[in-house]
């Protein structure tokens, strides 16, 4: 995260995410505080010091054993149960469960929303600087990593796709070609007699190896536990707010660890900005009521716009 990029107004930060970012997947994540001051970017399991000191075994199997009583209390609570760990581990995460998920967003608009929404201090009672992050590292996708392999197709030559030629009895065997008509005659007078062709019968299929043409093996969905590598996964929408924050989750597979800074890129967000950024992102439709789409939203938008700048309702 060498060279950071610096915002001091809001057309700076639309200039800098239209220009200076990299092509392709790109995932934005928003701070109050900086990572290098004390905030890196890990997973909230990762928060706990005490969980430092378990090996990679113990750790796991707490993690198991905390969304497995978390799981055994949904059914009272959702509508459609998960289908896998992935979902159910997205719902703890949404109801802000410790787990190695961490937010990000499509959107960078958001992101910015949730660097400059409040402005932080320091031990000083000094306003801090708050931070956008852009992971470039382009992580492997959940979609991809439980896509089914597809079978390999061998090319067939030309020479084996081309239909021989129509050759007749008659040409093998330098004999007349009497016709049709004239080769019945024969054969009903009893001078030749016409070959009898028979049909092999098809092969049986035993009944354990009868399979619908539209049966396919699923692979088995990677567990969040077992993954090797950072897998971004975009979650069924649990929440409104998921889909209205254009939300998706970095589960980590050393959620002890902070991501490696060679995968970031730092726009830092000058505090004296957060201001100003805070009416042009209201003016724009992504503040409180957009992002948070029930009373807590309502309630925190009425707050800013009466209380905090004393502005029309």
């Known amino acids: 995260m060498s060279n950071p990029f610096e915002i001091e107004n809001f057309e ?5 995410v239209k220009d200076e970012l990299p092509s392709g997947h790109i995932y934005f994540r928003g701070q109050t ?11 909230s399991i990762g928060r706990y010091a005490h969980l430092q000191k378990l090996n990679l ?10 969304l497995g009583v978390f799981s055994n209390h949904l059914l009272t609570y959702v509508h459609h149960l998960p289908r896998n760990d992935w979902e159910s581990l997205a719902i703890a995460q949404h ?5 190695r998920f961490m937010d990000w ?34 992580p492997t996708r959940f979609a991809d ?14 020479s084996e796709t081309t239909q021989a030629p129509s050759v007749s009895a008659f040409d093998v065997f330098d004999l007349p070609d009497f016709g049709a008509a004239n080769f019945e005659r024969l054969v009903g007078a009893g001078v030749i007699k016409k070959p009898t062709i028979t049909t092999p019968e098809p092969a049986k299929e035993r009944p354990d190896e009868i399979k619908h043409p539209d049966d396919k093996q699923k692979p088995e969905v990677v567990s969040p536990f077992e993954i090797k590598e950072n897998v971004i996964y975009d979650p069924p929408h649990v929440s409104p707010r998921i889909r209205a924050q254009d939300g998706v989750l970095l589960a980590c597979h050393q959620p002890m660890e902070p991501l490696e800074e060679s995968d970031l890129l730092q726009i830092i967000i000058k505090h004296e900005a957060h201001d100003d950024i805070r009416r042009r992102l209201d003016q724009y439709g992504v503040f409180d009521k957009q992002l948070f789409p029930d009373l807590d939203g309502i309630a925190k938008w009425l707050k800013y716009r009466a209380f905090e700048i004393n ?3």
Do not use: M, W
Request: glycine share 4%.
């Open 12 to 16: 700076q930060y639309l200039q800098t």
């Open 33 to 43: 505080k900086l990572a290098n001051d004390g905030y890196p970017l890990r997973p």
């Open 57 to 66: 075994f113990e750790r796991e199997k707490l993690e198991r054993e905390v």
């Open 95 to 99: 109801h802000g469960l410790p787990t």
């Open 105 to 138: 967003t499509t959107n960078p608009l958001v992101a910015l929303y949730f660097a400059a929404r409040e402005t932080k201090s320091d031990d000083n009672d000094k306003p801090v600087n708050s931070a956008v992050y852009v992971l470039i590292s382009e």
């Open 145 to 158: 990593l439980n896509r089914p392999e597809e079978a390999d197709v061998k090319p067939v030559s030309d």
């Open 311 to 313: 502005g029309t309702i």
